[in-house]
């Protein structure tokens, strides 16, 4: 298996977690705009070795979703700026730019010191 992506969780904004009512979560790099701060997962590395594609698998820490479909500034926003959208309610069909889509799947908790990687088999 190969590694594609690596990060490690930093800081929680305070709304970030409401998402998950909505299936879904919102990360950015540390350099965040202070207005997004509140809503996102802040974490510190930026580790795109390769283009991420459907089937390639999400890990939070142990839990793996299936990658359904990939908007198409999820590479390049995560790159630049460790910015995207993880959406889990299973839609196969990319819709919006910046949101990766997983299979329906509860998300795994996620905290301070959370690894987020997706790996290729």
Same mark, same amino acid.
């Given at each position: 298996? &190969? *590694?594609?992506?690596? @990060?490690?969780?930093? %800081?929680?904004g *305070?709304?970030?977690? #409401?998402?998950?009512?909505? %299936?879904?979560?919102? @990360?950015?790099?540390? &350099? ?9 997962? $802040? =974490?510190?590395? +930026? %580790?795109?070795? #390769? ?8 890990? $939070?820490? /142990? ?16 790159? /630049?700026?460790? =910015?995207? @959208?993880y +959406?889990?309610?299973g839609?196969? #069909?990319?819709?919006?730019?910046? @949101? ?13 010191? *959370? ?7």
């Amino acid at each position: 298996m &190969n *590694t594609i992506y690596s @990060t490690r969780i930093e %800081n929680i904004g *305070t709304k970030a977690k #409401e998402f998950f009512e909505a %299936n879904m979560f919102i @990360t950015f790099k540390q &350099n965040a705009p202070q207005e997004l701060i509140d809503y996102c997962f $802040i =974490h510190s590395e +930026n %580790n795109l070795v #390769e283009e991420i594609k459907a089937k390639d698998i999400l890990c $939070i820490d /142990d839990v793996t979703y299936e990658v359904k479909a990939v908007g198409e500034l999820v590479n390049q926003n995560l790159k /630049d700026l460790g =910015h995207i @959208t993880y +959406n889990f309610l299973g839609e196969e #069909e990319a819709k919006v730019a910046g @949101t990766l889509y997983l299979e329906k799947k509860e998300i795994a908790p996620i905290g301070v010191g *959370t690894i987020i990687k997706i790996i290729r088999k």
